[in-house]
Antibody, heavy 122, light 108 residues
Framework: QVQLQESGPGLVKPSETLSLTCAVS?????????WGWIRQPPGKGLEWIGSIYHSGSTYYNPSLKSRVTISVDTSKNQFSLKLSSVTAADTAVYYC???????????????WGQGTLVTVSS | EIVLTQSPGTLSLSPGERATLSCRAS???????LAWYQQKPGQAPRLLIY???SRATGIPDRFSGSGSGTDFTLTISRLEPEDFAVYYC?????????FGQGTRLEIK
């Protein structure tokens, strides 16, 4: 069964870059699917950040595109998120997830990692 | 961008009752590309429904999804104690992927 696990610093200073990694087990990223990042500010709803294919093809939420980079490392079976120039508004639980689609759509998320809280504060 | 509006914001019901949650889109959702998720406190969201009406693996049949175009519904036929949670809809037919703001289902 596919499992995902986020890791990275829980505290990031304003204006710095947030970096997270999602380790995938039970499935080889090289075999297919898109993989994505979603975030959830405390007490609020969900926001899609971006997605990546094993080939490295990416697409990002336009609201964050200028600050987001998602990359994949198939040798380690993991993918990563970098979000630059962070502010307090970027404080959130960050989730990674697999996307499943029919080939004509952008996909639904299943399964999800447990999430990791990242706080932006000096 | 497709905006998804969920209603009601909070739904108070008792175990055994029927729950009806609504998700309305600001424009038509292509080919019913809509999913529903359940989220309990401190946990990640869990996929319930995709394609507007297809249950995900392992989801009890008391959960059902329906709708098309701009109006979608998640129905829980008989509420179990473990069903009280927050529910989100998500559209994946148009770029960018968007989520509704959630409906909190609480015990009355």
């Amino acid at each position: 069964q596919v499992q995902l696990q986020e890791s990275g610093p829980g505290l990031v200073k304003p204006s710095e870059t947030l970096s997270l990694t999602c380790a995938v087990s039970g499935y080889s990223i090289s075999s297919g699917y898109y993989w994505g990042w979603i975030r959830q500010p405390p007490g609020k709803g969900l926001e899609w950040i971006g997605s990546i294919y094993h080939s490295g093809s990416t697409y990002y939420n336009p609201s964050l595109k200028s600050r987001v980079t998602i990359s994949v490392d198939t040798s380690k079976n993991q993918f990563s998120l970098k979000l630059s120039s962070v502010t307090a508004a970027d404080t959130a639980v960050y989730y990674c997830a697999r996307l499943i689609n029919s080939g004509y759509d952008y996909g639904w998320f299943d399964p999800w990692g447990q999430g990791t809280l990242v706080t932006v504060s000096s | 961008e497709i905006v998804l509006t969920q209603s009601p914001g909070t739904l108070s019901l008792s175990p055994g009752e029927r729950a009806t949650l609504s998700c309305r889109a600001s424009q038509s959702v292509s080919s019913s590309y809509l999913a529903w998720y359940q989220q309990k406190p401190g946990q990640a969201p869990r996929l319930l429904i995709y394609g507007a009406s297809s249950r995900a693996t392992g989801i009890p049949d008391r959960f059902s999804g329906s709708g098309s175009g701009t109006d979608f519904t998640l129905t829980i036929s008989r509420l179990e104690p473990e069903d009280f949670a927050v529910y989100y809809c998500q559209q994946y037919g148009s770029f960018p992927i968007t989520f509704g703001q959630g409906t909190r289902l609480e015990i009355k």
